[in-house]
């Protein structure tokens, strides 16, 4: 049986990380893994997690299952985070999963149970996995132009075009906020007019949203997932809280179905449950706990925001600090962009020559794409960075 295998594709990510591990150099920076990192270099225990688990800790008595979809107060905690009151309770299904990755998956599931010869239309480019996954559960990837490496900005014309190729019963993988790989994010305006576009086609949109509270803040990031959920008669949204709440290790996402007809609700939470009975039975319940004591109690939340607004400060103050030093060394603004991309993650816009260039040279560490994470840098290292760039002549 184990003969009849076939070699995988190599992950990027992780062969960047294995590269950079085997570099002896003490100045070499590491701009490829995905995952916050603080001046230290450190994915920090966020403080109001450590005093939700001692919390828990103390008052917890039973590891006894919770239920196939999860626990219903970290469901109903993370539909106000991310919806607020765009849309009411009962016209949505929720189901916890392991990571925004496992509510990626179960979407997915979802589509191919109840649409097979969907077309699912994602970013060119997009995270990777997202059509990975698409290809491993066996549904057609159609990719819209998103991103212009000229101006490192959102291709607004030519993905409007590329929609326009939509049919009824397609789905349209869109990103809530702080677009990955590019950091490049579309405006509400913008967000829209691809509404009108899907209600127009009759395609359906699948928002993924990993990254709220990382870009212009919480309320700012949710907004175009809110206005999508609101407009169309039907939506999936697939939600992680491993960056925002910084437990990635805990596996902590959710799925939520959106239907404008609350009479639906009941048999998109059947499936729900079917589907999490079919992957993993149980989903983990350690970190959507946390997630929910912190975000049902004020001191506990109010100190959560308070560390969050910190880590969205500091990484665009990176973003500014770069975008200046690469101005004051190439006596232009062509990086400006920088300053205008939003969360972890800017795609610079050159090929796999330039980044193999930078990290032969000066230990500069990038997924071949040229997305590098802005999390990975300090303000020491800035300045080495933006000097390697302009000498591998970006």
Known sequence: MFSNLKNQPVDKIMQVMAKFRADPRPNK?????????????????????????????????????????GDPAYSDAMIKLVLGDAVAREKIGAAATPGGTGAVRQAFEMIKMATPEAR????????????????????ECVQYRYFDAETRSVDFGGMMADLDGLRAGDIVLLH????????????????????EV???????????????GFGDGLEED??????????????????????????YRERTGLLMCVSQDAAKTPLTQENLAFLNRQNYSFPPDHGARLVSMILNDDALKAEWMSELEEVRLGML??????????????????????????????????????????????????IPDSRMNIAGLNKETVPLLAKAIVEAGI
């Open 29 to 69: 920076i590491d701009l490829g893994v995905g995952v916050y990192k603080n001046a230290l270099g450190v994915t920090p225990v966020m403080r109001a997690i450590k005093q939700a688990e001692h919390k828990l800790w103390e008052e917890q008595e039973t590891k006894a299952y919770v239920g196939l979809v």
């Open 222 to 247: 949710a907004a175009a997932t809110r206005l999508v959920a609101s407009s169309v008669p039907e939506c999936l949204i697939a939600a992680s809280c491993s960056k925002n709440f910084g437990i």
């Open 176 to 195: 809530g906020c702080c677009h990955n790989p590019t950091g490049a994010n579309l405006t509400l305006e913008q967000f829209g007019a691809v509404i």
């Open 198 to 212: 899907m209600n127009a086609k009759g395609a359906i949109p699948m928002v993924d949203i990993a990254y709220q």
């Open 120 to 139: 699912v239309f994602v970013s060119n480019p997009t995270w990777p996995n997202h059509i990975s996954i698409l290809d491993y559960v066996g549904l």
């Open 317 to 366: 103050g990176l973003r500014e600090q770069l975008a200046g030093e690469l101005a004051r060394l190439t006596n232009s603004d062509r990086f400006n962009f920088l300053r205008e991309h939003r969360g972890m993650f800017s795609l610079l816009g050159t090929g796999p020559d330039m980044v193999e260039l930078m990290r032969e040279k000066n230990g500069i560490y990038m």
